[in-house]
């Protein structure tokens, strides 16, 4: 049988597992809603762990959830891996994240089909709670394959809805028997949508992903005293959901006087007792900082809490905060962001550098491996939005552009990173 180096997917084959995968957790508007650990998150594993079997990849599963598919299935060395997250937020759309998982495992069904078998095995896989929309922080599963967070304090971790990670992982049936952290592969690229504006804005279909931005995640609980709307004069109250309000406010001016790269969310708010006629008693929000620059989100993060400070003796209430999440920038390996630029332009993509401002799990595989990522334009530049999309071409030119970056990784010599790319 002549084996052909192959040279393009099956972009009708990868679109119609996008859609079938999407129909798991459909929220009936474009949408998915497959929180980590869910039933509905353990029904699209089920369905992906069927999809790799039948194509005779050897399915690994770790004690986080991880599951590996690798291919040849006798393969021992280091793998040239790719993979993403099949988890959603409860908004969420069909592309992120399953894109990078179900593109990854249609370029290793193009390379079986095509006869050809590269010097080292091919594996894609999917990591366990990406989003931290339900246990935090987020990229969890990824960040326990790499060994930067211990198995069993990764395990005790609570979600927002009270459940423990150990028990939802064993509940779903996929608490594996791999251990963690793994031995690290060769390499590991991620295919993933860009989430943002930038590709297309500048009509550019490939964009060779340079770096990651620092991440932190702070959790606030604001108490002061419940009491009567109608009664209490308002020189008497000490009302968190004012607190709350003004620290969503000054989240959004340290973004506008920070500027640059700089931004900053108020995603989540809960009141207690939440009751139209009722002072709340308490108030619990969240902040999420990114910036590409350590420094400035270093001067972010002080902004925030000096403020909050300020607000906390202004209505009399406390303000306590845990960290949800917290990661540095991460700086890619310039020889796999090459071969995404080289691999591009050898197809006559238009292809930019440029830094995601995402997390993904690329950036935690970046500290055992050479790592690097593939984005494709997001239409609108929408995301975490069940109104989430990308075009078919795009995702065949992301999915072709993995296929000979993978191939280039699978037969080429691999220079082991000095520091990981990661700025501690
Ligand atoms: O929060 C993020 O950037 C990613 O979606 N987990
Ligand atoms: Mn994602
Ligand atoms: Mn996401």
């Given at each position: 049988m002549t084996t052909v180096v192959p040279h393009a997917v099956d972009g009708a084959r990868l679109r119609g597992r996008l859609d079938e995968l999407a129909a798991v957790g459909d929220t009936g508007d474009g949408g998915v809603c497959r929180l980590a650990l869910t039933e509905a998150d353990g029904a699209g594993r089920d369905l992906v762990v069927t999809w790799m079997r039948d194509l005779g990849l050897r399915v690994d599963i770790d004690g986080i959830g991880n599951v590996i598919g690798t291919w040849p299935a006798d393969a021992t060395g280091p793998a040239v891996m790719t993979g993403s997250h099949i988890d959603t937020v409860r908004t969420g759309g069909r592309f992120d994240g399953n894109y990078g998982v179900l593109a990854g495992l249609e370029v290793i069904e193009t390379v079986i089909e095509s006869g050809f078998v590269p010097a080292r095995p091919l594996a894609v896989g999917f990591f366990t709670n990406e989003e931290g929309a339900r246990f935090a922080p987020d990229m969890l599963g990824s960040?326990?394959?790499?060994?930067?967070?211990?198995?069993?304090?990764?395990?005790?971790?609570?979600?927002?809805?009270?459940?423990?990670?150990?028990d939802e992982l064993e509940r779903i049936g996929y608490r594996g028997?791999?251990?963690?952290?793994?031995?690290?592969?060769?390499?590991?690229?991620?295919?993933?949508?860009?989430?943002?504006?930038?590709?297309?804005?500048?009509?550019?279909?490939?964009?060779?992903?340079?770096?990651?931005?620092?991440?932190?995640?702070?959790?606030?609980?604001?108490?002061?005293?419940?009491?009567?709307?109608?009664?209490?004069?308002?020189?008497?109250?000490?009302?968190?959901?004012?607190?709350?309000?003004?620290?969503?406010?000054?989240?959004?001016?340290?973004?506008?006087?920070?500027?640059?790269?700089?931004?900053?969310t108020v995603g989540r708010i809960d009141l207690h007792p939440n009751l139209v006629n009722v002072i709340p008693a308490r108030a619990t929000l969240t902040v999420d900082l990114r910036n590409t620059d350590p420094v400035e989100l270093a001067r972010a993060e002080r902004m925030l809490f000096d403020a909050v400070e300020r607000i906390a003796a202004a209505e009399s209430v406390t303000i306590e905060h845990r960290t949800l999440a917290r990661f540095e920038p991460v700086v890619f390996d310039e020889t796999v962001i090459g071969l995404v630029v080289d691999a591009a332009e050898r197809r006559?993509?238009?292809?930019?550098?440029?830094?995601?401002?995402?997390?993904?799990?690329?950036?935690?595989?970046?500290?055992?491996?050479?790592s690097a990522m593939i984005f494709v334009p997001s239409v609108g530049g929408v995301s975490h939005n069940p109104t989430e999309f990308t075009d078919a071409d795009d995702l065949q030119a992301g999915a072709d552009v993995l296929l000979d970056v993978m191939l280039r990784l699978a037969d080429g010599p691999i220079d082991r990173p000095t520091d990981g790319g990661v700025h501690q």
């Open positions: 960040l326990v394959y790499v060994g930067g967070l211990p198995l069993e304090e990764a395990l005790d971790t609570v979600a927002i809805d009270g459940a423990v990670l150990g028997p791999l251990p963690c952290p793994a031995s690290p592969p060769a390499a590991f690229v991620e295919l993933h949508v860009e989430q943002g504006p930038i590709l297309e804005a500048e009509c550019i279909t490939i964009g060779a992903v340079t770096s990651v931005q620092g991440i932190l995640w702070f959790e606030l609980t604001i108490v002061g005293q419940s009491n009567h709307a109608g009664t209490t004069p308002m020189r008497l109250r000490r009302d968190p959901a004012l607190a709350a309000a003004e620290i969503a406010v000054t989240a959004r001016s340290i973004a506008r006087d920070l500027g640059g790269d700089q931004v900053a006559n993509l238009p292809v930019r550098r440029l830094p995601s401002g995402a997390g993904h799990d690329a950036q935690m595989l970046a500290r055992v491996c050479p």
